[in-house]
């Protein structure tokens, strides 16, 4: 069984080959090209999930670089930007990035109480020198300038959903301020699935607004993303792909890699024209290597089991 | 590698590598393994492929015959122990999307799989719903003791917060989900729509958003024909949602693109164009709003799609000209709502129709036939089945107020008591619309002291909550303090009013009225003109951006009347302009008064009596008595100015007659005697009109509270009328025709008296 999201479960010795496509991403870290997000497609079932865990895996013990994993069909329930990025803040912050705006407001927020909530935006704002523009536009509810001559408004949906708003902002704030001084990571898999909203958030927010359009130069961040068409989707986002380095699919395991991937799952005790089936119908891509490591493990289990 | 079982395997090339549908023959395969070790293993690994994410419990309900503890446990421990159950985040299990589309593809095969499959998702959409249902319940309550956990515990309310609003959220997606998987153009489509209006109408957006966005998810890849009626769907609630944001110019961008399209269904055709005049009214755009409902009702014209709430649009019509002060166009189309309404047999419909005529009737001082309206929409009320007769009573009880409140004071007692009856447990806009009519009511008849309690109590219930009905109590109170002549209250009060629409980040509109407000109780006093001109001038910038007519008129008679009151004559004819301004439009009061004045200034009398009669006119009809008091006692004045003393005498003469009239209103006292009988009676309207676990217990209950009532003040045919239909309610026809004519007895010499005696008359009444 895998685990939540996140690499505790992942297994290193259970993980074969992607040399290749490891390689990019370590040279995506060492910032010498103009690449800033590694963008892996392939189809359902051919190991990019365990890809993405390998990458997290290798942020966290080898290169020790703060790194955050969120599987974005799980928001599948809950289409929302701010879900995504609490969770993309807990994973940092737990690694050593510190949010503390974000956080300030974002429990505010959850007070309910515009006065509360304006006062923590004018720390921040004058910490952060205006750069939450949330906090200076007018015709927001959460004018400081107004709040000084008028007073707080009282907290309604829509000052909510300003207030959301805001919270995104000193995210982004906060990341690209740590991204000066540090690498980041942020890899989401599963891009193009059924959380839409969020993956534009992304894909608009994050990556076109923020990284493309070099709205925050000289930054760290590297992000990783995975899905079965990204490649198609990108291509039709974006005509400029020189932040991009796409992975369009992932390498062909050899014969012997995938003999080592059946081996690492405790799958040795196939019989071998059943292995030797599995094997040619993943090389020839008529089976994936999700449904035939479970083909497998469920053979094992029912036939193999000791009487 | 081989264990000596290999010759027992299956084909594997044939069965999956050379199969047409390999997703299908990989699930195939995995259950037939599956099945060898264990049925219920093999039936957890299909069921759990359907919903997004599961856990024991969940499972537990879709599998087909309940087995035991230590069998499903047994069995779900090797379920999430293979490589295809991953845990989600929320710490729940879901299916490897490959395995899992391989399962659904499996499902989908054949007749018995795809019914099969239907079962499961009416189920887990049934097990959602629950889920959601419990939430409702659990987030009400959070809200009843937020205050009190923010004291307690204030660290642990974010957590709790988050915690509720996603178990509200997430069951509702889940349930509408597998809603749309099922049937998305049919009960999946009717269910969202469903769920969104109710958290529309509960005003939690936030949650609209959620659900919109992820049933568009749901829907976005589907490849057959709905898919585009679907997007239409899409695009219309997104204009909701624009709406809910305040953003009027968005929603109407929105529907401009959905209205282009040529094949759009009716029915969002139409609703879409009604959104689109909604947004207009919003932003007091009358005259657009005008012409965007015409185009509405032309849709309705030949077949109409929505012919259930046909009525409604032309009240709504009736609405914006009301808005624009146009009765006789108001009254156009009240009576073409009334008649929707009839043709199907909407008695809902027709009684609302027919208390909104009695209002417009009466505001033009036809009395007479706004009894007769309001006796008939009376006794649609009383005879409409339980719940639909509340609604429709407290809105009759607050019409009644507002038409009869100023003329005749014990009718305003009596109805606010039955609409205050009416209305226990309804939301706060309801009571401080039920509180309002009263207060002005009160305020027309002089009894400021009361007006003034009644307002307290108001203010004292909303604490500091309900910003938005807050600021109305303001505007009431404003007019109250203005009426009872106490000017430099009244401007304060307005100019807290700005600041509270200021603070609250209000629309223009509310800003803009406010500022209006402001603007016309300053131009009364002389130290305020100043800044009467400030309030006037940047009210006047928001109604110009707003494109408001109407409020553009309303600042540039303040303009006018400072002018005036400093002396430039010259200055407040140019801001008059020639005539007044949007002729019908309920803004010649004022233009008529400061052009009064200013031309009684320069000496040119015909000219401000002509303005002056014109204006009492307007008052007279109205029922404004104490406006016309005041205006007759300046055009006395004016008359003798210019010598025409015998007419002067003849003014006020009528004055005179006016004055006893206001006096006598003014003399009227509540006493305890009627105020028990009031409360009698609107005991006995709210129980003949609530839901009731036992009908009959409540109409008895009704008729004894009656009979009180007219033991404690004999005189008002009210209880009596009232009472007979609860003995109708009771199907004692005798006692209700015996008690309905005894109230046309009472009701002799009112002009309720002629539509109660028909009444009285009809067959519901007699034993024939």
Known sequence: MNGPAGVSDFDPDRFIDREVEAKRFEVLLGLATPHRILAVSDDSGWGKSAFLKKLKFLCDFDHRIPAALIPLEEFDDCPDELELVSDVVDQLTEAGVPFPSFHKLNRQRSFHDSGIFVDSLRGIVNASNASISGGQVAGTIFNIERYDSVGAPDWTDEANRQAKQLCLEAFLTELFTAAQQRKIVIIFDNVGSVARQPQRWVLKTLVTDRIVAERVAGHKLIIVMAGEKLERQLRSLFSDLACFDLIPVLGVLRPEHIDQLFEAHNLEGLPSDYLALLRHGILAREVSLAGALTLADVYCKVRLKPK | ?768
């Open chain 2, 1 to 768: 590698m081989s264990n000596g079982q290999g010759e027992q395997m299956p084909g594997l090339q044939d069965s999956i590598t050379d199969a047409a549908d390999p997703q299908a023959a990989l699930a195939a395969e995995l259950i037939k393994y599956a099945s060898e070790a264990n049925p219920l293993l093999a039936e957890l690994i299909q069921v759990a492929a359907v919903p997004r994410k599961f856990d024991d419990s969940l499972l537990r309900l879709l599998v087909g015959r309940p087995p035991s503890d230590k069998e499903f446990s047994s069995a779900f421990s090797t379920l999430i122990d293979t490589p295809f159950v991953l845990r989600r985040r929320d710490g729940r299990y879901r299916i490897h999307a490959e395995i899992r589309r391989a399962m659904l593809t499996q499902f989908a095969a054949t007749d018995v799989g795809r019914e099969t499959l239907a079962g499961l998702n009416r189920r887990l959409a049934d097990y959602y719903q629950d889920e959601h249902e419990q939430a409702r319940t659990v987030s009400y309550q959070f809200d009843v003791v937020d205050a009190l956990l923010r004291q307690v515990s204030a660290d642990r309310v974010p957590a709790m917060r988050s915690a509720v609003e996603n178990q509200l959220v997430m069951p509702l997606i889940e349930a509408q989900h597998h809603r749309t998987v099922i049937d998305p153009a049919g009960t999946g489509l009717d269910h969202f729509r469903r769920s969104f209006e109710l958290y529309e109408s509960e005003r939690q957006f936030e949650v609209c958003l959620l659900l919109l966005r992820s049933w568009w998810n749901d829907i976005e890849d589907l490849t057959d024909d709905t898919v585009n009626v679907l997007y239409d769907w899409y695009l219309h609630y997104q204009i909701h949602l624009a709406l809910a944001q305040k953003d009027g110019p968005r929603a109407r961008e929105i529907a401009d693109e959905l209205l282009a399209k040529p094949d759009v269904e009716p029915r969002i055709r139409l609703m879409t164009q009604g959104l689109v005049t909604r947004s207009l009214i919003t932003e007091c755009r009358f005259a657009e709003a005008l012409r965007e409902i015409e185009k509405e009702i032309a849709l309705r014209a030949d077949d109409d799609p929505d012919p259930t709430n046909r009525w409604f649009v032309f009240a709504l019509q009736a609405g914006i000209h009301r808005s624009l002060f146009d009765g006789d166009a108001e009254q156009a189309s009240l009576w073409l709502a009334l008649e929707a309404a009839r043709s199907t047999q909407n008695r809902v419909g027709e009684a609302a129709m027919l208390s909104e005529l009695s209002a417009v009737q009466a505001r033009q001082g036809n009395l007479v036939e706004a009894g007769a309206q309001a006796i008939q929409a009376l006794h649609i009320a009383r005879t409409l089945p339980v719940p639909a007769a509340a609604k429709v009573a407290q809105q009759i009880a607050v019409q009644m107020v507002r038409s009869f409140g100023a003329s005749e004071p014990r009718l305003a007692d009596l109805f606010h008591t039955e609409a205050t009856y009416l209305s226990r447990g309804g939301d706060i806009r309801a009571f401080v619309t039920v509180e309002g009519v009263y207060v002005t009511a009160l305020t027309d008849t002089a009894q400021f002291g009361r007006a003034h309690q009644v307002l307290d109590q108001v203010e004292a219930r909303f604490g500091d909550q309900n910003a938005a009905e807050r600021s109305t109590v303001l505007m009431y109170r404003a007019n109250l303090l203005n009426a009872e002549g106490r000017a430099r209250e009244a401007v304060d009060l307005n100019r807290r009013n700005v600041d509270e629409a200021e603070r609250q980040r209000g629309t223009k509109w509310s800003v803009a009225a406010a500022l209006t407000n402001a603007a016309t109780a300053q131009m009364r006093i002389g130290d305020l003109l100043d800044d009467a001109c400030t309030c006037a001038d940047r009210a006047r910038g928001l109604w110009l951006e707003m494109g408001n007519a109407r409020g553009v008129a309303r600042v540039d008679v303040v303009r006018a009347e400072v002018s005036r009151r400093r002396g430039n004559y010259a200055g407040a004819r140019a801001a008059l302009g020639d005539g007044p301004p949007l002729q019908s439009k309920g803004l010649e009061e004022n233009w008529y008064w400061t052009a009064a004045n200013t031309a009684a200034a320069v000496e040119s009398l015909d000219e401000a009596v002509g303005h002056m009669y014109a204006l009492l006119e307007i008052l007279n009809r109205g029922g404004q008595f104490r406006e016309a008091a005041q205006a007759k006692a300046r055009l006395v004045q004016i008359l003798m100015y210019a010598g025409r003393q015998e007419e002067a005498a003849e003014v006020a003469a009528r004055l005179s007659q006016l004055m006893d009239r206001l006096t006598a209103l003014g003399k009227y006292r509540v006493n305890d005697a009627s105020q028990l009988a009031d409360e009698h009676d609107g005991r006995a309207v709210r129980q003949l009109s609530v839901v009731s676990d036992r009908p009959r217990e409540a109409a008895r209950s009704a008729v004894e509270h009656l009979q009180d009532a007219q033991s404690a003040d004999p005189g008002p045919f009210w209880y009596a009328f009232n009472q007979a239909y609860a003995y109708l309610r009771l199907g004692d026809r005798g006692s209700a025709g015996r008690i309905i004519r005894l109230a046309a007895e009472k009701a002799a010499g009112t002009v309720f008296a002629e539509p109660i005696a028909s009444l009285a008359s009809t067959t519901e009444f007699s034993l024939q």
